[in-house]
Antibody, heavy 125, light 109 residues
Framework: EVQLVQSGAEVIKPGDSLRISCKAS????????IVWVRQMPGKGLEWMGI????????RYNPSFEGQVTISADKSIRTSYLQWNSLKASDTAMYYC??????????????????WGKGTTVTVSS | DIQMTQSPSSLSASVGDRVTITCQAS??????LNWYQQKPGEAPKLLIY???NLETGVPSRFSASRSGTDFTFTINSLQPEDVATYYC???????????FGPGTKVDIK
């Protein structure tokens, strides 16, 4: 079974650093992009960035570039989302998802076909 | 940047009703549009990819179509388990950007 298992909920103080994880199983980890998505309380979905574990090619939403670091360790099939100094405004649910793909006539089509259950991050003093 | 407008922001319908949600892209995005369902307290779930292709295992009462930069998502015969927020999502085919629509919350009347 293809699945992504995310690390548990975190309660963190402002200014602290944090790394949350997303462990993949059931498919070739190095062959699919991993996407990170933020959902602030009561709000919609925001793409943060993607990483291709095969070569660590990483692309960020400009809104998040410099604020977070996305990485992957292919030896343990795990992607990470990291902050160096959290703010109260980082309080949110964070999801990882696999970017599936289908070959069309001229292009590949991409979609987030497998999702982790999410990691709740609460930043509070 | 490509902007996605989604309407309505919420709707309430009766069991068995046909429900339609639309997303409009600010420019041509070809078929690079997907639809997701997010039930309360759950992670999103892929329903439709490539604008109109039903994901494996998704009930056939869900469908979607494209006309130019307008995308339509339909639930034929709304069921109680369809209570959720539905999001459209577009992407750049070079994977330089992804944008979710603001979402449509669907309730049972």
């Amino acid at each position: 079974e293809v699945q992504l298992v995310q690390s548990g909920a975190e309660v963190i103080k402002p200014g602290d650093s944090l790394r949350i994880s997303c462990k993949a199983s059931g498919y070739i980890f190095t062959s699919y992009w991993i996407v990170w998505v933020r959902q602030m309380p009561g709000k919609g979905l925001e793409w943060m960035g993607i990483i291709y574990p095969g070569d660590s090619d990483t692309r960020y939403n400009p809104s998040f570039e410099g604020q977070v670091t996305i990485s992957a360790d292919k030896s343990i099939r795990t992607s990470y989302l990291q902050w160096n100094s959290l703010k109260a405004s980082d309080t949110a649910m964070y999801y990882c998802a696999r970017l599936g793909e289908t070959s069309g006539s001229y292009y590949f089509y991409y979609y987030m076909d497998v999702w982790g259950k999410g990691t709740t991050v609460t930043v509070s003093s | 940047d490509i902007q996605m407008t989604q309407s309505p922001s919420s709707l309430s319908a009766s069991v068995g009703d046909r429900v339609t949600i639309t997303c409009q892209a600010s420019q041509d995005i070809s078929n690079y549009l997907n639809w997701y369902q997010q039930k309360p307290g759950e992670a999103p779930k892929l329903l439709i990819y490539d604008a109109s292709n039903l994901e494996t295992g998704v009930p056939s009462r869900f469908s979607a179509s494209r006309s130019g930069t307008d995308f339509t998502f339909t639930i034929n015969s709304l069921q109680p388990e369809d209570v959720a927020t539905y999001y459209c999502q577009q992407y750049d085919n070079f994977l330089r950007g992804f944008t979710f629509g603001p979402g449509t919350k669907v309730d049972i009347k």
